[in-house]
C-alpha cells in the first residue's frame, strides 16, 4: 500500500480504551516528558471540536505541566512518571534521547500500555526491550503545528490508537517501514536551516537599500504565500518549481547557480549525516 496522507482531521472513536482504566471511562493520554513536543499535543487536544481527554503529565518540565494543568480542566500532574503510567493506558514518550534509556527501563510498563514515542532515533526493537512486557509500541514524528491541529503527524507502524491521537491534532502519514520514518524524521532537521536561507534573503535586501523591517515583512510574505499555494496545490515540487522559472530568467539564473555550487548536494549530505547519528 502506498504512504497515506490525510490532510483532514480524523475525527472517529475507532478505539475504546481497556484494561485496567476503566473501559467506560473517557479516552485517557500519560504523557512522560513535559516539554516542547508534549505541550503542542495537549495544546492541539484541546483546539479541536471533539471532547478533550483527560491527561496525565509527568512532573519534570514543572512550568509547562503546570501552565497545562491551570488551562485545561482534565489535565493533571502526576508525582512521578510511574503514575503517568498507572493513570492511563496510552502512553505519549517525549524525553530527549539521551535520557530516553534511563527513563523508560525505571518504569513498570504492563501489556495493556500502548506507547506512543515521540523519542528521535530510538527504533522499536530496542524500545520493546526497554518497556517490556508493553503491549504495541508506535513510533511518531509530531509537528509543533499540532498545537493548532495542523500537524502532520508520520507514524510507525499502523495503529488505531496512534490513529485517535494525533487524528484529532491534525493528518496522519503511515509510511510502510520504519527506515522510512526515520528518513521523515531527519527531514525534520531541515526547518532551521529553511529559515536561516529566508534570513540570508532578507539580510542581502538590508544591505541593498531595503529598511530591515521591510525586508523582513517582504520575506514573510512571498515565502509565506509560497507555503500557502504548496499546501493548495496538487502538482509535484518540479512542476511547482518550473511554474517559477522562465527559461533565461533570473529564478532559472540563481536555480541553476546554487546547483552548480553544490547547494543541492550538501543538503543531502547534511541529511544522510543527521540520519546516521538518529540511528547510531
Ligand atoms: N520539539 C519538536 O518539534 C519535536 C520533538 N520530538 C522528540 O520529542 C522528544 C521531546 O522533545 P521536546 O519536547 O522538544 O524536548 P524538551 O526538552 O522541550 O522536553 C523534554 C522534557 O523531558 C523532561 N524530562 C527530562 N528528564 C525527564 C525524566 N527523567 N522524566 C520525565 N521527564 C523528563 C524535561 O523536563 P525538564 O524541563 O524538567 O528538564 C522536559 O520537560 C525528543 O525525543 C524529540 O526528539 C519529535 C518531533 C518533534
Same mark, same amino acid.
Given at each position: 500500500?502506498?504512504?497515506?496522507i ?12 481497556? #484494561?485496567?482504566?476503566e $473501559?467506560?471511562s473517557?479516552?485517557?493520554?500519560g504523557?512522560?516528558?513535559? =516539554?516542547?513536543i508534549?505541550?503542542?499535543l495537549?495544546?492541539g !487536544?484541546h483546539?479541536g ?5 483527560v491527561?496525565?503529565?509527568?512532573p *519534570?518540565?514543572r $512550568?509547562v505541566?503546570r501552565?497545562?494543568?491551570q488551562r485545561?480542566?482534565? @489535565? ?17 514518550? =517525549?524525553?530527549?534521547p539521551?535520557?530516553?534509556h534511563g527513563?523508560v527501563?525505571?518504569?513498570r ?6 506507547v ?10 530496542q524500545?520493546y526491550?526497554w ?6 509500541i508506535?513510533?511518531?514524528?509530531? %509537528?509543533?503545528q ?10 510507525y ?12 491534532? #491534525? ?19 531541515t526547518?532551521?536551516?529553511? !529559515? $536561516?536561507? !529566508?534570513?540570508?534573503?532578507?539580510g ?5 537599500g531595503?529598511d ?9 510574505? @512571498?515565502? #509565506?504565500q509560497?507555503g500557502?499555494?504548496l %499546501? *493548495? ?9 518550473d511554474?517559477?522559472?522562465t527559461? =533565461? ?9 546554487l546547483?552548480?555550487? #553544490? ?8 541529511? $544522510?549525516?543527521v540520519?546516521?547519528r538518529?540511528?547510531?
Open positions: 500500500m502506498p504512504n497515506m490525510e490532510p483532514e482531521h480524523s475525527r472517529t472513536n475507532e478505539y475504546r480504551i481497556t #484494561g485496567s482504566v $473501559d467506560s473517557p479516552t485517557t493520554y504523557f512522560v516528558g513535559t =516539554g516542547e508534549t505541550a503542542a495537549v495544546e !487536544l483546539a471540536e471533539a471532547e478533550p481527554p491527561v496525565f503529565l509527568s *519534570r518540565g $512550568d505541566g501552565a497545562l494543568a485545561f480542566e482534565g @489535565v493533571h500532574v502526576c508525582g512521578s512518571n510511574q503514575e503517568v503510567l498507572d493513570n492511563a493506558t496510552t502512553i505519549v514518550l =517525549g524525553v530527549r539521551p535520557v530516553a527513563v527501563t525505571q518504569l510498563f504492563r501489556p495493556h500500555h500502548v506512543l514515542s515521540a523519542v528521535a532515533g530510538v527504533p522499536l526493537a524500545l526491550d518497556a517490556a512486557p508493553v503491549g504495541r508506535v513510533r511518531a514524528v509530531p %509537528l509543533p499540532s498545537e493548532s491541529g495542523r500537524g502532520l503527524t508520520a507514524m507502524p499502523e495503529n488505531a490508537v496512534a490513529r485517535e491521537l494525533f487524528g484529532r491534532v #491534525g493528518g496522519l502519514l503511515v509510511p510502510e517501514h520504519e527506515a522510512a520514518l526515520e528518513a521523515i524524521s531527519a527531514a525534520t532537521a526547518f532551521a536551516a529553511h !529559515l $536561516d536561507h !529566508l534570513t540570508t534573503i532578507a542581502w535586501m538590508a544591505e541593498h531595503v530591515h523591517e521591510s525586508a523582513t515583512t517582504y520575506t514573510r510574505h @512571498v515565502f #509565506g509560497l500557502r499555494s %499546501l *493548495r496545490n496538487t502538482e509535484s515540487l518540479t512542476e511547482l518549481a511554474r517559477h522559472t527559461p =533565461g530568467g533570473i529564478n532559472e539564473q540563481v536555480m541553476t547557480e546547483r552548480n555550487e #553544490g547547494v543541492p548536494q550538501a543538503v543531502r549530505q547534511a541529511l $544522510d549525516r540520519l546516521t538518529l540511528r547510531e
